[in-house]
C-alpha cells in the first residue's frame, strides 16, 4: 500500500522537528532554546530582525527600560567576544539628552601598550586605587584586584547554576562575588573570592531564634574564600523594607544555608537587632573584624544624611570606622519590590554618593574610607563618573546578570525566569550552563576594566582613579556644565590621597614597562 506523498511529508517534518527539540535540549549554549526547545529559537530571529525593524515600528535602541537595547547588545556582544563596536556615529540626541555625561579627553593621552606589543595585558588588570583596610590596620587588610567587582545577589533569588557561574567567572577574571545576603553555599566554592553580605536576617550566622551568633559568624567566615565582610543596611531599590524569600522557593539545602525552617517565608526584618545606632555599629563593625581579620563595611542606601554626617563625626573623633562604604542607587535591582518603594524611595546614585562623599570629605575622612558604588554603573562612561565622583570600586548585578544569559523578562519576583538565572525550577535553570557562562561573566568585567582603562588613558592617566572630577561634563540643553559644580565638589574632591595615586600610577607604569 502507497503512502500517500503529503503524509510522509508530514512525518519527515514531525521527525525532523522532534530531532532539532532533543539536539536543543541537550545543547548548553543558549538557555532559551533549552528550555523552551524550536520556539526559543525564535526569540534569535526576533533578535536579528528586531533592530531594522525597531526603527520604523516599535522603540529606538536608547529607548527600553531598565537597559535600553544598546547596553543590552554591549554586554552582550563583548560577553561572548564578538564585534561590541556600533557604527555610523552616535543616534543619541546629545543636547536635548539632560544629564548627558561627556568626558574632557586630554591633548596629550597615555600611551599603552597596544595588542602586538610585549607589554600588552589581554586580562586589562586593574586593581583598586586603595589598600581595603589599611586605615584600620586589618590583619588581612589587601588591594581588590579588579576595580569591577560583582554585587549582591542571594542564592534563592539567583538559581545554583546562575551562582556557580559567577563564582567561576570572577574567579577567571580576578574579581569578587558579592554574596548577597543569602548566605555562603557550595555554589559559591568554585574558586572566586568572596565578599560576605550579612543582613538583619543574619543567615548562615544566626542562632534558632534568628539573632547574631559570632560562633556561626566565624566558622562560615573561615569555610570559605572570604576576603571582606559588607553589613547590609538597605538596599537602593527596597530601602527600610527588609525581605521576603517566599516558602516555595525554599528548598532544603537554602534551609540549611540560611539556617531557617522549611515551610515558612524567609523574612528579612528591616533593621538589625545587633545594634541600634552609629555607635554601637561601629563596636559591631570592629567585634566582627577583631574576630577574623577580615576588613568589614557597610552598603546602604541613601535616605537621612544626618546618619552619614554622624557617621564621618564618629569616625574622625573615635577613629572606629567601617573599612569600606557601599552606596547603593535608588535605581539598583531587586529580585522583587512594591513599585512606590523601588520608584520612589532612596536617592539616585549620583546625588546620594555626592551627598555622602561631600559629608566625608569635609572632615577629611574620604581618604580614610574605601567607596564602593552600585546602581546601573556597569557601562564604561557610567562607571567612570562614579570613579572620577570618589568611588574606589564599583559593583555591577543586573549587568552580570545579561552576561549570563538574562533576557530582561522581567519575571525575577515569579520564579518563572525563562533564562534560568533568577529561579529554582531544575527544568528552567537546565538550559543554563555554568562553565560557559562563567567565561561570558569574565569576558564582560574584562571588557568593561578595557574600556574604563582606555577612557582613563584617553584623559592623559594610566588608572581610571586617576582621573579628577575635572574631566566630566554634564550636558542640560545647550549648556555643559562641570560636574564638580554639579556635584557641589571642591578641588581634589573624588580623588584618592597623594600617597595612594602616586602608588596606584607606578603598579601601572610597571605593569606597561614604562620607568
Request: glycine share 12%.
Amino acid at each position: 500500500m502507497d503512502v500517500p506523498l503529503y503524509l510522509m511529508s508530514a512525518a519527515g517534518v514531525i521527525g525532523l522537528t522532534a530531532a532539532l527539540g532533543v539536539r536543543d535540549r541537550r545543547q548548553r549554549r543558549h538557555a532559551i532554546v533549552a528550555n523552551f526547545p524550536i520556539i526559543g529559537r525564535l526569540r534569535y530571529l526576533a533578535e536579528e530582525l528586531g533592530g531594522p525593524l525597531r526603527q520604523y515600528i516599535v522603540t529606538g535602541n536608547d529607548e527600553e527600560r531598565p537597559f535600553s537595547r544598546d547596553q543590552r547588545r554591549w554586554i552582550y556582544a563583548s560577553s561572548k567576544k564578538e564585534n561590541n563596536y556600533f557604527g555610523f556615529g552616535t543616534d543619541n540626541d546629545l543636547e536635548q539628552t539632560p544629564g548627558y555625561i561627556i568626558i574632557r579627553h586630554s591633548a596629550f593621552p597615555v600611551a599603552a601598550p597596544t595588542p602586538g606589543s610585549p607589554r600588552y595585558d589581554k586580562e586589562y588588570r586593574c586593581p583598586a586605587g586603595k589598600v581595603l583596610g589599611a586605615f584600620r590596620q586589618r590583619k588581612h587588610a589587601f588591594r581588590p584586584g579588579s576595580i569591577v567587582n560583582t554585587s549582591a545577589m542571594s542564592y534563592g533569588s539567583l538559581s545554583r547554576k546562575a551562582v556557580e557561574a559567577i563564582n567561576r567567572g570572577v574567579a577567571l577574571a580576578g574579581a569578587w562575588q558579592n554574596t548577597g545576603e543569602g548566605g555562603i553555599s557550595d555554589h559559591h566554592r568554585h574558586g572566586g573570592d568572596l565578599l560576605w553580605q550579612i543582613g538583619t536576617g543574619y543567615f548562615g550566622c544566626r542562632d534558632e531564634r534568628g539573632r547574631f551568633s559570632m560562633e556561626r559568624f566565624v566558622e562560615s567566615a573561615a569555610s570559605a574564600k572570604v576576603r571582606a565582610i559588607e553589613i547590609k543596611l538597605s538596599q537602593g531599590a527596597k530601602p527600610g523594607l527588609g525581605g521576603v524569600l517566599p516558602k516555595e522557593k525554599i528548598t532544603p539545602e537554602i534551609a540549611k544555608i540560611r539556617l531557617v525552617p522549611m515551610g515558612e517565608d524567609c523574612i528579612s526584618p528591616s533593621s538589625h537587632s545587633a545594634f541600634s545606632d552609629v555607635d554601637t555599629m561601629l563596636d559591631f563593625i570592629e567585634r566582627l573584624a577583631d574576630a577574623t581579620g577580615l576588613p568589614v563595611g557597610i552598603k546602604s542606601a541613601v535616605g537621612d544624611l544626618g546618619f552619614w554626617s554622624e557617621l564621618a563625626k564618629k569616625m574622625d573623633e573615635t577613629k572606629r570606622a567601617p573599612d569600606f562604604i557601599t552606596i547603593d542607587g535608588g535605581e539598583g535591582g531587586t529580585g522583587a519590590a512594591p513599585l512606590a518603594f523601588s520608584d520612589h524611595v532612596s536617592m539616585p546614585f549620583k546625588l546620594g554618593f555626592a551627598s555622602v562623599y561631600r559629608c566625608f570629605a569635609e572632615r577629611g575622612m574620604h581618604e580614610k574610607v574605601v567607596f564602593i558604588g552600585s546602581g546601573k554603573l556597569g557601562f564604561p562612561e557610567q562607571g567612570m563618573l562614579a570613579l572620577a565622583m570618589g568611588c574606589d570600586l564599583i559593583n555591577v548585578a543586573r549587568e552580570a546578570m545579561l552576561s549570563i544569559g538574562c533576557i530582561q523578562a522581567q519575571q525575577c519576583h515569579t520564579g518563572h525566569c525563562p533564562t534560568g538565572v533568577a529561579t529554582q525550577s531544575e527544568w528552567l535553570m537546565g538550559g543554563l550552563d555554568p562553565t560557559l557562562k562563567a567565561a561570558r561573566l569574565a569576558n564582560y568585567l574584562l571588557t568593561l576594566r578595557k574600556e574604563l582603562l582606555s577612557l582613563s588613558h584617553a584623559c592623559g592617566e594610566w588608572h581610571p582613579s586617576l582621573v579628577g572630577l575635572e574631566r566630566m561634563e554634564l550636558i542640560d540643553g545647550f549648556r555643559s556644565i562641570s560636574a564638580p559644580e554639579v556635584f557641589g565638589y571642591q578641588p581634589g574632591w573624588g580623588l584618592a590621597s597623594t600617597e595612594d595615586r602616586d602608588e596606584v600610577r607606578a603598579l601601572m607604569m610597571e605593569s606597561a614597562g614604562v620607568r
